[in-house]
């Protein structure tokens, strides 16, 4: 299996293990504090990618030398901290289903930041193709949507979780840039959640809220591990995928999870489907089936 191909599977693989994380998720964070939940996950996923680090490519503190640690740091902060904490946060206030929509307005920033710092090639294709995308968003957007969820203020949970998209196009960029100067996508992985963690730790600490740690209830902490789960096989496939293909093309297949999640809510919590929502997906899958076609044309000098 080529670079290519193998790079858009594991994208392709992203989208469904994101399409089924964020109504599992939106059920696990209405029960817990978004940042303490946040936390956790991003710290163990963490620890993990550490030690996948350690066993791959015989990591060290002293070997970082492909990048500087301002990146790692950066793509930490940013990427496995605030952006989860918004995202999380504005998920717990709005719906599972406008959370995963508003997510997939990614490739909108990652193809502008990519190409003004990265100078990735946009192909007209892709451009047209991100762009059917993005108006099948729209369009599903639009429809009329009452999932059987609880929700307490949509408009300021769609700006947190916005806000948390906008930071992971930022991350995304520096992450594929660290992978361009021949950085390892395990030393990247564990950068972007263990440095989060801890961030988000002493965030939370700060705070006072160390006290929920003590008084986690059994469902919960099964629930956090199941996340963690999930956590781990999302980041691990997508940091593996755009260290294979441009950033721009991975996040733009990304837009395939909002349609699972549509699929997932109608079929698991009976959540209405409206002409609106189906003609929007299609045009996501026609969309997605152009992207899966183009070629990643990589470029050197940055």
Do not use: C
């Not at 030690?51 to 030398?65: E, M, N, P, R």
């Not at 940013?78 to 717990?92: E, P």
């Not at 999640?261 to 152009?290: N, R, T």
């Amino acid at each position: 299996m080529n670079k290519e191909v193998l790079g858009t599977t594991l994208a392709l693989l992203t989208a469904i293990i994101s399409g089924f994380a964020i109504p599992i998720n939106k059920i696990f964070v209405v029960d817990m504090d978004p940042m303490i939940f946040t936390a956790i996950r991003a710290l163990v996923v963490g620890i993990i990618f550490f030690f996948l680090a350690s066993a791959q490519t015989k990591f060290h503190f002293k070997k970082i030398k492909k990048v500087s640690w301002k990146w790692l740091i950066a793509i930490g902060i940013i990427g496995g901290g605030l952006a989860f904490l918004f995202y999380f946060t504005g998920l717990s206030f709005t719906t599972a289903g406008r959370a995963a929509f508003l997510h997939k307005t990614l490739p909108i920033y990652v193809t502008i930041f990519a190409f003004i710092f990265l100078k990735e090639k946009v192909s007209r294709r892709q451009a047209l193709a991100l762009l059917v995308m993005l108006v099948g968003t729209f369009i599903l957007l639009s429809a009329q949507i009452n999932p059987a969820t609880f929700w307490t203020d949509p408009l300021f949970g769609d700006l947190l979780v916005l806000l948390g998209t906008i930071l992971w196009g930022v991350e995304n960029t520096i992450a594929r840039y660290a992978m361009l100067k021949e950085e390892s996508n395990w030393v990247v992985s564990f950068a972007r959640m263990f440095i989060g963690g801890i961030f988000l730790f002493v965030f939370a600490f700060s705070l006072g809220k160390a006290w929920i740690l003590l008084t986690l209830s059994p469902q919960q902490i099964v629930n956090v591990i199941i996340s963690t789960g999930i956590l781990f096989a999302y980041v691990f496939s997508w940091y593996w995928s755009i260290r294979l293909i441009n950033v721009s093309k991975a996040a733009a297949l990304l837009l395939l999870s909002p349609v699972i999640s549509l699929i997932l809510g109608v079929i698991i919590f009976s959540e209405p489907a409206p002409a609106l929502q189906i003609i929007g997906s299609a045009l996501i899958l026609i969309g997605a089936a152009f992207v899966v076609r183009i070629k990643s044309e990589l470029v050197t000098g940055v």
